[in-house]
T-cell receptor
Framework: DVKVTQSSRYLVKRTGEKVFLECVQD?????MFWYRQDPGLGLRLIYF???????EKGDIPEGYSVSREKKERFSLILESASTNQTSMYLC?????????????FGSGTRLTVV | DAKTTQPTSMDCAEGRAANLPCNHS???????VYWYRQIHSQGPQYIIH???NNETNEMASLIITEDRKSSTLILPHATLRDTAVYYC????????????FGTGTRLQVTL
């Protein structure tokens, strides 16, 4: 089975902390994505990557950055966490090109910023 | 990508067919219709997709109208485990394409 593993299921951080959310996939997928999910707003794309060291902004990149040093790992970074970044964060991966039916999602990380 | 409109919520009795509608009146010729669902506390899961023709797999059927301006996802015999949020997404394929989720339809299957 394709697996997308997110390092933490629940995370509590303080305002101003630097936060790293890690995502690892084991199927040699080129494309990886970070979404956040909030009640009433659905899933919103933060950043995505089509290859190692490549990154593209999604719909809501402000306050976030990403790192893709290895093909299997895609990290989401909150440089200075704020309370409005309290959310469920979901990582996904898929093969190119345009393989929109083959997205595999992780189980999510519920981040609370206090 | 074309915008989609789905009802906020629907109920269905267990064992009956669940028919989930989706409007996508601005769909263009090279855009596909995708359906995903998200069961509580899990990431979204792919169900089915199509371009023009009706499609069926082990999970569901997808009926696309001839003018392609709307579609219906059919779960033929809904079970309690089908309770989830269902997302209809319209998008072209290609290297730069990506899934953009709306708020979906919350399907509640009841006894």
């Amino acid at each position: 089975d394709v697996k997308v593993t997110q390092s933490s299921r629940y995370l509590v951080k303080r305002t101003g902390e630097k936060v790293f959310l890690e995502c690892v996939q084991d199927m040699d997928h080129e494309n990886m994505f970070w979404y956040r999910q909030d009640p009433g707003l659905g899933l919103r794309l933060i950043y995505f990557s089509y290859d190692v060291k490549m990154k593209e902004k999604g719909d809501i990149p402000e306050g976030y950055s990403v790192s893709r040093e290895k093909k299997e790992r895609f990290s989401l970074i909150l440089e200075s966490a704020s309370t409005n970044q309290t959310s469920m964060y979901l990582c996904a991966s898929t093969r190119p090109p345009g393989d929109l039916w083959g997205y595999t999602f992780g189980s999510g990380t519920r981040l609370t910023v206090v | 990508d074309a915008k989609t409109t789905q009802p906020t919520s629907m109920d269905c009795a267990e064992g009956r067919a669940a028919n989930l509608p989706c409007n996508h009146s601005t769909i263009s010729g090279n855009e596909y219709v995708y359906w995903y669902r998200q069961i509580h506390s899990q990431g979204p899961q792919y169900i089915i997709h199509g371009l023009k023709n009706n499609e069926t797999n082990e999970m569901a059927s997808l009926i696309i109208t001839e003018d392609r301006k709307s579609s219906t996802l059919i779960l033929p015999h809904a079970t309690l485990r089908d309770t989830a949020v269902y997302y209809c997404i319209v998008s072209h394929t290609g290297t730069a394409s990506k899934l953009t989720f709306g708020t979906g339809t919350r399907l509640q299957v009841t006894l």
